[in-house]
């Protein structure tokens, strides 16, 4: 079975600081996807940013990275430069299936940035 | 502008009395998921359609059914809800090997 671990139940910081929030996955698959998902209180859910297993290089969208160690089944992402609208839960997730599965998210993390 | 649209966003049922839930999608994706999040819970995987072909999750209740009659619609069937099938259901499609497009939610309660 899939599995995807966020350990931080709750993190706080201060707007304009770093933060960064882990994810780690278990999986026999070689390929695989893994994403981050932001959900506000509208709980509308809205991708962040995206990693193909298969491409050694972190994938970067503006304020938002990703560092991913295949070997240790590691996906942290890191938010830069926080801003009051970053608050939110944030899931990772993975899938596998060439991309047609379904999601397996991890419990998430409630970021709170605070003024 | 392309979307995932559900309706209605809440819905209100009783005990027992059947539901239907509806996703609809501009995107021409052809994978569509449905997945239920219950408060201060991930979301967890109901079913999806690749095309035409549905894919059950194992421990998705025979209470919950699903029917996609072409490319742009989807939808979810509760036949008798429960006090336990109160949530928030999430309509999400993609295609092959790219990211899901989640629409709003529909929020059901059940009384």
């Known amino acids: 079975a899939q599995t995807v671990t966020q350990s931080q139940p709750e993190m706080s910081v201060q707007e304009a600081e770093t933060v960064t929030l882990s994810c780690t996955y278990d999986?026999?698959?070689?390929?695989?996807?893994l994403f981050w998902y932001k959900q506000p209180p509208s709980r509308q859910m809205i991708l962040v940013i995206r990693q193909e297993a298969y491409k050694q290089q972190n994938a970067t969208e503006n304020r938002f990275s990703v560092n991913f160690q295949k070997a240790a089944k590691s996906f942290s992402l890191k938010i830069s430069d926080s801003q009051l609208g970053d608050t939110a839960m944030y899931f990772c997730?993975?899938?596998?299936?060439?991309?047609?599965?379904?999601?397996?998210f991890g419990k998430g993390t409630h970021l709170i940035i605070q003024p | 502008d392309a979307m995932v649209i559900q309706n209605p966003r809440y819905q209100v049922t009783q005990f027992g009395k059947p539901v239907t839930l509806s996703c609809s999608q501009t995107l021409n994706h052809n994978v569509m998921y449905w997945y239920q999040q219950k408060s201060s819970q991930a979301p967890k995987l109901l079913f999806h359609y690749y095309d035409k072909d549905f894919n059950n999750e194992a421990d998705t209740p025979d209470n919950f059914q699903s029917r996609r009659p072409n490319t742009s619609f989807c939808f979810l069937d509760i036949r008798s809800p429960g006090l336990g099938d109160a949530a928030m259901y999430l309509c999400a499609t993609s295609r092959v090997g790219y990211e899901q497009f989640f629409g709003p939610g529909t929020r059901l309660t059940v009384l």
């Open positions: 997730a993975f899938t596998t299936g060439g991309g047609a599965d379904g999601l397996t």
């Open positions: 999986t026999s698959e070689s390929n695989y996807y």
